[in-house]
């Protein structure tokens, strides 16, 4: 059973990369965020990436959950799976797949919509009878209270360590609303990239085959196409590096030459000198305790630690402080 989509109008979305483009290429240094990666181009290429030898993030939750849904959905017995960010909506399958349950399980797809979601949900659908489907289109910054209220027991996942792309300010709010979210007897699901060597670590986000570098200059066509601009996507340089000190990846677009950039819509014109950089995207990366302190800032409590055999990546089962249960986390 498919729901009708929740969709913001063009003119919102037009207004909203309007504001944020000009807040960050005015700002020193510049930045654009990383949410404008994913326009129809940008989700293709993200999809090479995850089939990339360097890029271990995807396969190491896959196995992650592919271990642990059933103990998961055991114990949760969801009502209602939310799903951030769903992409191909591939893993929330290992979940539904598992779900052993009486009457039907809602499905709520949390994403900025396209014709590749609109497929996988579909896929869904078929596939689940007994799924009600519902899509909500927006971002996590603005939109989250397009959310409906839960139906029964609800389990909110936030995997692919999209977490990681927030500094700590948006992080606290972010992960406050989904606290929020999960009503009485919720639970959140969250992938976290764990710190680890910085050789794999800056591999991951600079693949030798230049797939992350053509994802990386794809914001720039982004913001051409809706800006009416005039950037030169190739006039930049990818650049990626592992930050020791902030625990992070920091995702850079460095101008090779010194250019003259006007973006239409904005009436506004950036000159950028050779070697100046956009920042495009932060991927912070953690370890246990620094995932317990997070958790904490916005009362939730982690319940489960699960790792794949590396120990390269994590998948956290919380719940709202108040309501933790007793239960020892387990890891594996």
């Given at each position: 059973?498919?729901?009708?989509?929740?969709?913001?109008?063009?003119?919102?979305?037009?207004?909203?990369?309007?504001?944020?483009v000009?807040?960050?290429?005015?700002?020193?240094?510049r930045?654009?965020?990383?949410k404008?990666?994913?326009?129809a181009?940008?989700?293709?290429?993200?999809d090479r990436?995850?089939?990339?030898?360097?890029?271990?993030?995807?396969?190491?939750?896959?196995?992650i959950?592919?271990?642990v849904?059933?103990?998961?959905?055991g114990?949760?017995?969801p009502?209602?799976?939310?799903?951030?960010?769903?992409?191909s909506?591939?893993?929330?399958r290992?979940?539904l797949?598992v779900?052993?349950?009486?009457?039907?399980?809602?499905?709520?797809?949390?994403d900025?919509?396209?014709?590749?979601?609109?497929?996988?949900?579909a896929?869904?659908?078929?596939?689940?009878?007994a799924?009600?489907?519902?899509t909500?289109?927006?971002?996590?910054?603005h939109?989250?209270?397009?959310?409906?209220?839960?139906?029964?027991?609800?389990?909110?996942?936030?995997l692919?360590?999209?977490?990681?792309?927030?500094?700590?300010?948006?992080?606290?709010?972010?992960?406050?609303?989904?606290?929020?979210m999960?009503?009485?007897?919720?639970?959140?699901?969250?992938?976290?990239?764990?710190?680890?060597?910085?050789?794999?670590?800056?591999?991951?986000?600079?693949?030798?085959?230049?797939?992350?570098?053509?994802?990386?200059r794809?914001?720039l066509?982004?913001?051409?196409?809706?800006?009416?601009?005039?950037?030169?996507?190739?006039?930049?340089?990818?650049?990626?590096?592992?930050?020791?000190?902030?625990?992070?990846?920091?995702?850079?677009?460095?101008?090779v030459?010194a250019?003259?950039?006007?973006?239409?819509?904005l009436?506004?014109?950036?000159?950028?000198?050779?070697?100046?950089?956009?920042?495009?995207?932060?991927s912070?990366?953690?370890?246990?305790e620094g995932?317990?302190?997070?958790l904490?800032?916005?009362?939730?409590?982690?319940?489960?630690?699960?790792?794949?055999?590396?120990?390269?990546?994590?998948?956290?089962?919380?719940?709202?402080?108040?309501?933790?249960?007793?239960?020892?986390?387990r890891?594996?």
């Amino acid at each position: 059973m498919s729901w009708p989509a929740s969709v913001p109008s063009p003119a919102d979305g037009l207004a909203r990369l309007a504001h944020d483009v000009r807040r960050g290429l005015t700002a020193r240094p510049r930045w654009l965020p990383p949410k404008y990666f994913y326009d129809a181009a940008g989700a293709a290429l993200f999809d090479r990436i995850t089939a990339l030898p360097e890029y271990y993030l995807t396969r190491a939750e896959e196995a992650i959950l592919a271990d642990v849904a059933a103990t998961i959905a055991g114990r949760l017995a969801p009502d209602e799976l939310v799903e951030l960010g769903p992409g191909s909506c591939q893993k929330v399958r290992r979940l539904l797949d598992v779900v052993d349950h009486g009457g039907a399980v809602r499905y709520v797809a949390f994403d900025v919509g396209g014709p590749a979601l609109a497929h996988a949900l579909a896929a869904l659908a078929r596939d689940y009878r007994a799924l009600e489907v519902r899509t909500i289109a927006g971002d996590f910054e603005h939109d989250l209270d397009r959310v409906p209220p839960p139906k029964g027991r609800r389990l909110v996942l936030f995997l692919g360590s999209t977490i990681g792309n927030f500094d700590p300010p948006a992080r606290r709010r972010l992960l406050g609303e989904l606290r929020q979210m999960l009503g009485p007897d919720g639970c959140l699901l969250l992938g976290v990239d764990l710190v680890k060597d910085r050789a794999v670590l800056e591999a991951a986000y600079d693949d030798a085959a230049g797939v992350t570098a053509a994802f990386n200059r794809n914001i720039l066509h982004v913001v051409n196409r809706g800006l009416d601009g005039d950037f030169r996507p190739e006039a930049f340089r990818h650049h990626a590096f592992y930050n020791d000190a902030a625990s992070r990846i920091e995702m850079h677009l460095v101008a090779v030459t010194a250019q003259r950039v006007r973006l239409g819509r904005l009436d506004l014109v950036l000159d950028l000198e050779a070697g100046e950089s956009i920042w495009t995207e932060s991927s912070y990366k953690y370890t246990r305790e620094g995932v317990a302190a997070m958790l904490a800032e916005a009362a939730l409590c982690p319940e489960g630690w699960f790792t794949d055999r590396a120990g390269r990546f994590a998948v956290v089962l919380a719940r709202a402080a108040a309501t933790v249960s007793p239960t020892p986390a387990r890891e594996s």
